[in-house]
């Protein structure tokens, strides 16, 4: 639920971001909104970089990247873990 909730919030404010492009807030506050956006787009824009690798298995990698661009760490956790080789005692 935490995560469904982050990715809705996301989503809204990218929103903000877009309306603020179309028709720009008052002066002091678009700018920070801008600014905001351009940063987060930076972090999403890292944390696809950074794991990229890891979505090479997966079923549909380039809808996994799409939603890591708009949702960030809000869809990597979302991603399941890949099993890992369990190694014997013997």
Do not use: Y
Request: proline share 6%.
């Amino acid at each position: 639920m935490f995560w469904g909730l982050g990715k809705l919030l996301t989503l809204l404010f990218w929103l903000v971001v877009l309306v603020n492009l179309l028709i720009p807030f008052v002066h002091p506050l678009h700018l920070l909104v801008n600014l905001a956006g351009s940063l987060l787009a930076l972090a999403h824009l890292l944390e696809l970089v950074f794991c990229n690798r890891s979505l090479k298995g997966r079923a549909h990698p380039w809808r996994d990247r799409l939603k890591i661009v708009f949702f960030g760490v809000f869809h990597l956790q979302t991603i399941p873990a890949p099993a890992t080789a369990k190694a014997s005692h013997a």
